[in-house]
């Protein structure tokens, strides 16, 4: 029953924020590597941002300097901080667990 739940999605203007949140249930995500990535239509799905059970963090070129990830291990959850959303940050934004376990999506849409 290892489940993960996006949550925090929606629609915000050029230049404004969102933090996106990761529920997991079913397995301790303190002990795993866990990313965000997103899919915007027609394009591959893609690795945003990514947070190793250490704590180390990894950001796609194109998010670096706006977005963070972090963990609340006594919340068992995976957090993604957005600021200075752009329109082509435009997605459905995904949380993965490297147990091998994907979250159903949660749409991000910017724009005026």
């Known amino acids: 029953q290892v489940q993960l739940v996006e949550s925090g999605g929606g629609l915000v203007q050029p230049g404004g924020s969102l933090r996106l949140s990761c529920a997991a249930s079913?397995?301790?995500?303190?002990?795993?590597?866990m990313s965000w990535y997103r899919q915007a239509p027609g394009l591959e799905r893609e690795l945003v941002a990514r947070?190793?059970?250490?704590?180390?963090?990894n950001y796609a070129e194109l998010v670096k300097g706006r977005f963070t990830i972090s963990r609340n291990n006594l919340r068992n959850t995976v957090n993604l901080q957005m600021n200075s959303l752009k329109p082509e940050d435009t997605a459905v934004y995904y949380c993965y667990a490297s147990l091998g376990s994907w979250g159903q999506g949660t749409q991000v849409t910017v724009s005026s």
């Open positions: 079913g397995f301790t995500a303190a002990s795993y590597a």
């Open positions: 947070i190793s059970a250490g704590g180390s963090t």
